[in-house]
């Protein structure tokens, strides 16, 4: 069967599958019962420095978004660092750590952007024996208003300086944690790499309000009647995180940084698609947060049937696989045709994506065909959007069909030409002889 044993930047863990920082992992208890649901390792909750606790809010922290079937798609949240205290976090992580020796123990830091405040913490967390920290440059609610968190992973000038200094002052791995809420991701992944940083995780959460009371006027959680932003998680943030772990992965100067893939991961292919794009390994929060911890027993499984469906002996074997695939949108070959085909027996002739492409985009289905609902593509007017797979409520239904060489395309009245493999450098690709020239 697959070894799905992990190596990320020499911290060993027995699987890819990792809790992140979040209350998941805020305590020994409920880390040790991650461990013992089979997790193969976690980021500790976000400590702040030695000093009067943190203050969370005492009325409802949390915002939601679900789908029509009440399935959790997307958490709010305007929760702190760990309110506990530093000694009593140390204390644990330093026991467990001594308790589970082969499952990896990262712990997470947040202190002001001062080098004596890092410099004495770090001290303290090498001193538990912990695997590695995290530096959480990523929290965009609450601590970045006190200039830490995203207010750091905002500037990458901040993100470099502070990393050197721990790279400076402790012989722990150092990972940082970005912040999605930025413009391109490559600018403080870069910094991380200047700094020294052994690896880097994202994405931490995006901003976000997820509702308002249209009673009240408040927006959601409320509390007594007043709302501000918190950070958006879970499986509606995945297509960010997933395009901002393949932008560093595939960025020259970042390339060969370590990454820890996490945003929405709930299943063994989110984790295999992020690893897939150049992650490591994989955080997960949210999913642990909805399901509890068992859920990881499906994950290892999953991606151990997968990899040996596919003959993957080890994770390395399709770490990055899809990194080299995602290119610049002008690299996309324009040979490659496909039209929308209907599959009448799974038709339910429900309408809908006549009425889609009717309306809004390319009038290529039928609606009425001899009197009769029929819903049935027009090839001389299907552009191959794909809109219609996608409105479609029946999975299958609605398939794109690629046209072959030497076809005839309905709507250009061309002949389809070969897709040629080396698109990207080919000579018949525009965008590849701009570039040559
Ligand atoms: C309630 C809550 C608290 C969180 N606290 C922290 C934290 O203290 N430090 C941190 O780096 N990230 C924190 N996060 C962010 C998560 O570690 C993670 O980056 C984010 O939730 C995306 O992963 P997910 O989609 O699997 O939830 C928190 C998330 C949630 C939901």
Redesign the pocket.
């Known amino acids: 069967m697959a070894d799905i044993r992990n190596n990320f930047v020499g911290i060993k863990s027995p699987n890819p599958f990792w809790l ?4 998941p992992t805020d305590k020994e208890y409920n880390v040790v019962r991650a461990f013992k649901a089979g997790w193969g390792g976690v ?1 500790w ?2 400590l702040g420095e030695e000093g009067p606790p943190i203050v969370n809010v005492n009325g409802p ?2 915002g939601a978004i679900w789908g029509a079937d009440r399935r959790l798609l997307g ?1 709010n ?1 305007i ?4 309110d506990r205290e530093l000694q009593t976090n140390l204390r644990e992580i330093k026991q467990v750590k001594r308790d589970w020796p082969d499952r990896a123990l990262v712990v ?1 830091l ?1 202190v002001p952007c001062e080098e004596n405040a890092w410099k004495a913490i770090l001290p303290l967390v090498e001193e538990t024996g912990a695997d590695g920290i ?1 530096l ?1 440059f ?2 965009p609610h609450g601590m970045s208003e006190r200039g830490m968190g995203s207010a750091v992973g905002q500037v990458p000038e901040y993100i470099e300086m502070v990393t050197r200094w721990c790279k400076q002052n402790t012989r722990m791995p150092v990972i940082v ?1 970005l912040t999605p809420n930025i413009t391109d991701i490559r600018y403080p992944a870069r910094a991380a790499k200047h700094g020294g940083a052994d690896a880097v ?1 994202l ?3 995006v901003s976000s309000i997820t509702s308002v009371d249209l009673d009240t006027f408040s927006p959601e959680p409320s509390i007594d009647g007043k709302g501000s932003h918190g ?1 958006y ?3 509606a ?2 297509p960010i ?1 997933l395009n901002m772990v393949a932008e560093i992965a595939r960025d020259p100067e970042t390339a060969g940084l370590p990454i820890s893939g ?5 299943t063994w292919r989110d984790a295999a698609e992020f690893m897939a794009l150049g992650a490591g390994n994989v ?7 909805t399901y509890g911890f068992k859920i990881v027993q499906e994950m290892i499984e999953g991606l151990k049937n997968w990899m040996d469906e596919k003959g993957h002996a080890r994770l390395e074997d399709f770490i990055g696989r899809a990194t080299p695939n995602v290119t610049d949108w002008q690299y996309l070959n324009l040979n490659y045709v496909t039209k929308a085909h209907i599959d009448q027996d799974l038709c339910i002739k429900c309408g809908r994506c006549h009425i889609a492409c009717e309306d809004t985009s390319h009038q290529a289905i039928t609606a009425m065909v001899d009197g009769a609902r029929h819903f049935e593509v027009i090839e001389e007017e299907c552009v191959g959007c794909n809109l219609c797979v996608n409105v479609c409520p029946v999975e299958g239904c609605i398939t794109m069909q690629p046209l072959a060489a030497g076809a005839l395309d309905k709507r250009t009245g061309k002949i389809v030409e070969p897709v040629y493999a080396n698109w990207t450098t080919h000579p018949n690709n525009p965008a590849a002889k701009i570039a040559a020239e």
């Open positions: 992140a920082s979040a209350p980021v909750k976000t922290r949390y958490l949240n929760e702190l660092i760990t997470s947040m995290e959480n990523g929290c944690k995780s994405i931490n959460t950070g998680c879970g499986p943030v995945k995180a996490i945003g929405g991961v709930t955080q997960v929060c949210t999913a642990a947060m």
